[in-house]
């Protein structure tokens, strides 16, 4: 009788449970809105406390930390805002938008005014350009305003 234990069965299970991790975490899609963020070449990856999402049909979605986006009428944008601004950390103090290439332009800069106009720290979140693809490999990095 040998009074050792043999680990060599236990690093078959660790394995196994790790190939088993590896495989299924491919299967998980996150839940999030379909936006073709535009180009850019100058940006920062800046992990934003909100977000504000404008889909192509010119919709708006709001999120603050980690939650699902929902959906926020116009009118209510702003106090969702100015509430999200107060109980965000400093260093997470701004409004990220993500906004789709199909957006009119207009309506992206509505959002914006709203921010500045109530001096609210706004960023607009764009994909990196085929260039520097490769520098940015994040697809949700943001271009300061």
């Not at 192509?56 to 702003?78: M, N």
Request: glycine share 4%; hydrophobic share 45%.
């Amino acid at each position: 009788m040998m009074a050792m234990f043999s680990m060599a069965s236990m690093t078959d299970v660790i394995f196994l449970l790790l190939i088993f991790f590896m495989i299924t975490s491919t299967f998980v899609f996150p839940t999030a809105l379909e936006v073709n963020l535009p180009q850019s070449t100058v940006q920062t990856s800046l992990k934003p406390g909100t977000r504000v999402y404008i889909d192509k049909d010119e919709k708006l979605y709001a999120s603050f930390g980690d939650e699902e986006p929902q959906p926020i009428e116009g009118d209510a944008l702003l106090p969702f805002l100015q509430l999200a601004a107060q109980n965000a950390p400093a260093d997470e103090a701004f409004i990220a938008i993500y906004a789709d290439e199909e957006v009119p332009y207009g309506k992206i800069v509505e959002v914006l005014d709203l921010g500045a106009r109530n001096n609210l720290r706004m960023v607009l979140a764009t994909r990196p350009s085929n260039a520097r693809k490769s520098a940015y490999a994040d697809p949700a990095t943001t271009s300061r305003l």
